[in-house]
């Protein structure tokens, strides 16, 4: 079983900009209900689909919002061009991401553009929900638990209409 273990959190500062160089990100969604998604993406010069359930203590699955099933599967780029533009409902998805080396993890940095333009979060993928996370100094509120943030939602509810 894949599982995602990850905490999200809003930036008070710029001083992660230049200590990584960024990928730039595109994704969009195949479908979508209240428990799980199907998410393609391309990330530089590779590409995923993406199975992944929206809530914890779904189907078997009991924890925080933080933990979530999660089933990735590499595919062509070609394939993933097709199906962003051919098959996904919606806007897609626009970002940079920074990957990140802090406190013994890797930090993710997303920079979005077009609709969320102006959103920029970071997020650390965990072992287990009891790891202890060292915050790097440009890190401030912890939004795990706002599906605001989600980038499915941000699909639905872009961040320029808050």
């Not at 995923?48 to 599967?73: F, H, I, N, P, Q």
């Not at 533009?85 to 990957?99: A, E, F, H, S």
């Not at 920079?111 to 959103?119: A, E, K, S, T, Y």
Request: one cysteine or more; glycine letters at 8%.
């Amino acid at each position: 079983m894949g599982i995602e273990i990850e905490r999200k959190f809003l930036l008070v500062s710029d001083e992660w900009k230049g200590l990584a160089p960024p990928v730039s990100y595109r994704q969009g969604y195949l479908c979508r209900d209240d428990e799980s998604c199907v998410r393609v993406r391309i990330a530089g010069d590779k590409a995923w689909l993406t199975v992944k359930a929206l809530k914890s203590g779904v189907k078997a699955l009991k924890g925080s919002l933080g933990v979530r099933l999660e089933y990735d599967y590499e595919i062509s780029v070609e394939d993933a061009v097709d199906m962003l533009y051919k098959l996904c409902k919606g806007p897609q998805i626009l970002k940079d991401r920074y990957t990140i080396p802090f406190g013994g993890h890797t930090w993710e940095v997303d920079l979005f553009h077009g609709d969320n333009g102006g959103l920029i979060v970071a997020e650390v993928e965990l072992e287990s929900e009891e790891e202890e996370v060292i915050l790097p100094p440009w890190v401030g509120e912890e939004v795990t638990h706002d599906h605001r943030y989600l980038n499915v939602n941000l699909v639905e509810h872009p961040y320029k209409e808050w």
